[in-house]
């Protein structure tokens, strides 16, 4: 098989690092576990604080590669997944969550700095149209008129006339953004920070994590800790952040009595393929957040009350790698099932049939514009990890590990802030945000009290 240029870079990559583990173990000053968003952010902030201060300090980023084929048979024992494996995550801002905002804010004004530096594009500028009842909570933006993020109320009327493309129910309030709102390809976003990663000195090791051990300090030797991967190597380091999403507590990670209350949701998308002439006919399709009220839902649709859907949001029509044009639209809470172990999750993200949610999701997009052309749909899947807080858990769980986990369903805009405060906490100890450091503390399973 004639491998391509980014896995033959790999496979160099790692061949000279077995190389160098088999002549002397190298201790890296930090080993980030888990390569996703906000695992790919936090090497990317390491490293290049290392670069600056101490080129001989070194970062590794240990976590599996994205599968060609997650159907596949192969695929099908496997349980390590990303939530990444996408090309359109919103970047918007609802006024619900002020510290969601706020990291928001503070990762996107460094996209084009990441974007430049590496030459990957991965930001798209899209304005995007919040739908909403009168008893909504978005209510309290609308009267404000135009809110710190750039929201301004639009009469139906004037909505129906920006957005031409578009059949808004009557009755339906609506808020525009068009100055600081679009949407990010995770898959290119993880790969331009790991790319400047790589540019920074940064081992990036296709692997998983399923051990660490703490090996205390001695006459012979200070305190490190070992990493034990899956594949058998053993890496050394001083420090250790678990950036690990939903598969955290499924490997031995933590110290003693120690693992996070998470709650693992699943998560499901239509993504509806049509041609690129009916792209460029609905050219004026923004992003749409839409609040639903279900006696509503159940009148546009004609769909039983158990199908109806309190939510949605909707990409604008994205050229996918596959070469195809597809709308993809999301839930909200409807269709959501918690998963916790591992055949669970690897049924989940191996499952490609899920005809109701398919009917209901087809059906809400063709209520916004119901002469669409569609010439496919496919279900994707994936599983979005949620805290007891809301907020990701950006802590220390000793002297030398620490934890940045817990999306919730907004890291994907947000995992470059996430990941340079959890960095900074783990190599500095040093809390530096505007944001009050207690609402990030974790939370332990089977306990009602935050870590010390």
């Known amino acids: 098989a004639i491998q391509s240029p980014i896995a033959k870079y790999y496979s160099i990559v790692y061949s000279s690092y077995s190389i160098r583990q088999s002549m002397s173990p190298e201790v890296f000053d930090l080993c980030v576990v888990g390569a996703g968003m906000i695992g790919s952010a936090a090497a990317m902030h390491a490293s290049t604080s290392c670069s600056k201060t101490d080129p001989r300090n070194k970062v590794i980023l240990i976590g599996p590669q994205e599968p060609k084929n997650k159907y596949s048979q ?4 496997r349980f390590i997944f990303g939530a990444h494996y996408d090309e359109g995550r919103m970047v918007c801002y609802n006024n619900k969550w002020d510290e969601w905002d706020d990291l928001t804010i503070a990762s996107s004004k460094r996209y084009m700095e990441i974007e430049k530096r590496t030459g990957i594009r991965f930001f798209n500028p899209v304005e995007t149209l919040i739908m909403f009842n009168e008893d909504s909570s978005f209510a ?11 929201n301004n109320a639009l009469s139906h009327a004037d909505a ?16 525009r953004n068009h100055t600081k709102t679009g949407y990010v390809s995770a898959r290119k976003y993880v790969s331009a920070m790991q790319k400047s990663t790589e540019m920074d000195g940064c081992v990036i090791l296709n692997d998983i994590v399923i051990r660490l051990t703490e090996i205390a300090a001695s006459k012979d030797s200070v305190h490190h800790i070992k990493i034990t991967t899956k594949s058998g190597k053993e890496i050394v380091a001083r420090n250790v952040l678990i950036a690990t999403g939903a598969f955290t507590t499924l490997y031995d990670l933590f110290p003693s009595g120690i693992l996070p209350q998470i709650i693992l949701k699943s998560q499901l998308v239509a993504k509806i393929e ?28 004609g769909l039983k ?7 949605c949001y909707i990409l604008p029509p994205i050229l996918y790698p596959d070469g195809k044009i597809y709308i993809k639209i999301g839930h909200a809470h409807t269709f959501e099932e918690v998963v ?47 805290t007891e807080t809301g907020l990701p858990y950006i802590d220390k769980v000793s002297d030398h590990i620490g934890i940045a986990v817990g999306g919730n369903g907004h890291a994907g805009r947000s995992c470059d802030e996430i990941g340079r405060i959890a960095v900074n906490l783990v190599m500095k100890n040093i809390w530096v945000s505007d944001l009050v450091q207690k609402r990030f503390k974790l939370i332990q399973k089977d306990s009602e009290k935050s870590m010390l």
């Open 74 to 77: 192969e695929n099908q024992r």
């Open 340 to 386: 916790s172990t591992k055949t669970e999750i690897q049924n989940w993200y191996t499952r490609k049939e899920h005809p109701e949610a398919q009917e209901a999701l087809v059906k809400t997009l063709c209520i916004l514009i119901p002469d669409l052309r569609i010439l496919s749909v496919h279900i994707d899947t994936c599983i979005t990890t949620h």
């Open 274 to 301: 049509i041609s690129a002439e009916e792209a460029l006919r609905i050219r004026s399709f923004p992003m749409v957040d839409w609040e639903i009220q279900s006696n509503s839902y159940t009148k546009w649709t």
């Open 140 to 150: 309290t933006i609308e009267e404000n008129d135009d809110d710190e993020y750039g």
């Open 160 to 175: 129906q006339t920006a957005f031409p493309c578009l059949k808004i129910p009557s009755g339906t309030k609506c808020l």
């Open 305 to 311: 009350e158990g199908l109806s859907i309190d939510g």
